[in-house]
């Protein structure tokens, strides 16, 4: 009985741990980010839990007593070392008489350790979750886009097919939604400077999600730099150079030393009043969780590095790419191509309009982003059917027809007509036809 209830109680607390696929969240930003919000959060959260479990579970602090001292004052002198700080004296000096300057050269750090790990870890979680928070408000539900055309992957050719179909429709009444409905100076002012600037986030010029995404990696980036300061500030040292004074003394061939920033042997000052009389004493103890967070912080500095080195390079990646306008063209042509839908000059000129006027950024983002989540195959239906729709709507507007009046007009005039007024145009139309011999032919290039 004893035993079932334990077995119980232990698989409660399992299944109330989230998956990996629960924490590593939708998927829908890139490998570098992930870096960021998955793998680095995952890292700092074991070392958070190996370090709160090794301060108490384990004895974290052990100290030299004096030989009166038994049973529960040495337990009292523990708890007093570790709870309150200790501090450094270099074996070349002694221990300063002043009590002011023995404050000077404490600890304070190594009982925070877990709790400024845990910080850490939702620092690199905030960036995703503010990404998180606000792309919905471009209109789509980026996450479900990214999850269907993933799951086009599973079904029949036929359900594949569908799929796309369904998507990119949605896609294409999505862009025509957001599209903007007003001109004016104000208007034009403001789609100047949103061409030239790509952290502006602006719905109706077909930048909300590129601008926001853009945003989310300068926060990646400033998140792991800003971590380097708050070591700095946490640790009391210079972390910044930390890593780099490790490679020269490797270099140097000199043998593995104590870290000043991690000193293992430390002094504890404590009073004890004894009746009337308040003696103080001056103990020597051990650091030993030190040898842990020494060889966690190195990691971590190393790390930190590498992040912000990917972090860097992503950012001017994107940057490049969804700044220059041939980008789009080149990325939706390359498509276009393998399906044969570019046959001539003229078809090359409205792959540009479709690039640029149609998708615009937000939507070959959306095309990326799926892209990177999903296979080649998916991305060369759904940019092909998404074409096809944008061909059949410019169709639609170079195509010409007759009004009741018997006028020649663009087909993007054209009102809502009566069942009357259907038939008195077709019936203009035959008369047209009887006269010329042709259908209406539009004079627009």
Request: with cysteine.
């Amino acid at each position: 009985m004893t035993v079932s209830l334990s077995f119980r109680r232990v698989s409660g607390i399992l299944d109330a741990v989230p998956s990996f696929t629960k924490f590593r969240g939708s998927r829908n930003d890139d490998l570098i980010d992930r870096v960021s919000h998955v793998y680095t959060v995952l890292v700092l959260l074991i070392f958070a839990i190996v370090s709160t479990t090794d301060q108490y579970v384990g004895t974290p602090l052990h100290c030299w007593y004096p030989s009166e001292f038994r049973g529960w004052y040495e337990k009292y002198a523990e708890f007093f070392c570790w709870t309150s700080s200790t501090y450094v004296v270099s074996w070349d000096e002694p221990i300063p008489f002043d009590v002011s300057k023995r404050k000077d050269n404490e600890i304070t750090y190594y009982q925070w350790v877990p709790l400024i790990l845990a910080l850490q870890a939702f620092l690199f979680k905030l960036p995703h979750l503010v990404w998180k928070l606000l792309h919905d408000g471009a209109g789509i539900n980026l996450d479900k886009v990214v999850e269907m055309a993933a799951k086009t992957q599973l079904g029949s050719s036929e359900d594949r097919e569908q799929t796309i179909l369904h998507l990119a429709l949605h896609l294409d009444k999505w862009m025509e939604t957001e599209k903007p409905y007003r001109y004016g100076r104000i208007i034009r002012l403001r789609d100047k400077i949103v061409r030239y600037c790509c952290f502006i986030c602006s719905k109706r010029t077909g930048k909300y999600l590129t601008a926001l995404f853009l945003i989310t990696k300068v926060l990646f980036l400033g998140n792991v730099i800003a971590q380097f300061f708050l070591l700095n500030a946490f640790l009391a040292t210079n972390y910044n150079v930390y890593g780099f004074e490790l490679i020269d003394s490797l270099k140097k061939n000199d043998h593995w030393k104590e870290s000043p920033r991690f000193p293992r042997v430390t002094y504890c000052d404590f009073q004890v009043r004894q009746s009337e009389n308040i003696q103080r004493w001056t103990i020597q103890c051990v650091l030993s969780i030190n040898l842990f967070n020494e060889k966690v912080f190195i990691f971590l500095w190393f790390w930190f590095f590498f992040v912000a080195t990917l972090a860097c390079f992503n950012l001017l990646n994107w940057i490049y790419i969804i700044s220059l306008k041939r980008n789009r063209f080149q990325y939706v042509k390359k498509y276009l191509k393998v399906n044969l839908q570019l046959q001539n000059d003229f078809d090359k000129k409205l792959c540009y309009r479709f690039a640029d006027y149609y998708l615009r950024d937000d939507g070959v983002f959306v095309l990326r982003v799926i892209a990177k989540n999903s296979t080649d195959l998916v991305i060369i239906d759904l940019v092909t059917c998404l074409w096809k729709i944008f061909l059949d709507k410019q169709n639609k507007a170079s195509r010409p027809y007759i009004d009741a009046e018997g006028t020649l007009r663009p087909f993007e005039t054209q009102p809502d007509m009566t069942e009357e007024e259907t038939e008195t145009v077709a019936s203009l139309k035959d008369a047209f036809i009887n006269v010329s011999g042709s259908e209406p032919v539009s004079n627009s290039d």
